[in-house]
């Protein structure tokens, strides 16, 4: 069974950055796109962009200028930083698994990790 | 960016009653070259993570019981739970993968 297990700081100051990492067991992360996704109550569930193996990103336009999605398939993990950071990027943030091809959908996630922005 | 738009917010219904859920894209999610529409609907219990239910908007994901179904076409899509029992009570989210940025509809919350 995939697993997928969030790592990370619970707390970033404003205009820091956050830096999330996201194993993967149970299964390959070869010929998977890996996906982080965050939820909050302002915003709801908003994708903010994936990774193939080959590092290949696309980011969500709305925070592609401060995203960069990274993976290292010899440690089966990839992680997230998002720069300068605000209160508005506090939410629950989850790493997700997206099928290859037009399968855009999400068949596994993490159980997620609150990160708040505050100093 | 395609808007995923549910409705109701919220709704409670009777154990062993039906639940119907709305979704409505704010442009065709259908793709005609491999006919399939891309939407997919997911549970959300409490401090959990969504689940995935539904994708390609009614084949169900291995393990999801027979009584969640999903349909609709174009841009209206309907989840269906029949027979509630008390474990479906949750978030219930839609999500276009016609394109990027992938959308999420605001969540119905489903109580009985």
């Known amino acids: 069974q995939v697993q997928l297990q969030e790592s990370g700081p619970g707390l970033v100051k404003p205009s820091e950055t956050l830096s999330l990492t996201c194993v993967v067991s149970g299964g390959p992360i070869r010929n998977y796109y890996w996906n982080w996704i965050r939820e909050s109550p302002e915003k709801g569930l908003e994708w903010i962009g994936y990774i193939f193996d080959s590092g290949s990103t696309n980011y969500n336009p709305s925070l592609k200028s401060r995203v960069t999605i990274s993976i290292d398939t010899s440690k089966n993990q990839f992680s997230l930083k998002l720069h300068s950071v605000t209160a508005a990027d506090t939410a629950v943030y989850y790493c997700a698994r997206k099928n290859t091809g037009y399968a855009g959908y999400f068949d596994y996630w993490g159980q997620g990790t609150l990160v708040t922005v505050s100093s | 960016d395609i808007v995923m738009t549910q409705s109701p917010d919220s709704l409670a219904v009777s154990l062993g009653e039906r639940a119907t859920i709305n979704c409505k894209s704010s442009q065709s999610i259908f793709y005609s070259s491999n006919n399939k529409t891309f939407l997919a609907w997911y549970q959300q219990r409490p401090g959990q993570p969504p689940k995935l239910l539904i994708y390609?908007?009614?084949t169900r994901e291995s393990g999801v019981p027979d009584r969640f179904s999903g349909s609709g076409s174009g841009t209206d899509f309907t989840l269906t739970i029949s027979g509630l029992q008390a474990e479906d009570v949750a978030v219930y989210f839609c999500?276009?993968?016609?394109?990027?940025?992938?959308?999420f509809g605001q969540g119905t919350k489903l109580e009985i």
């Open positions: 390609w908007a009614s």
């Open positions: 999500q276009q993968y016609y394109n990027t940025p992938y959308t």
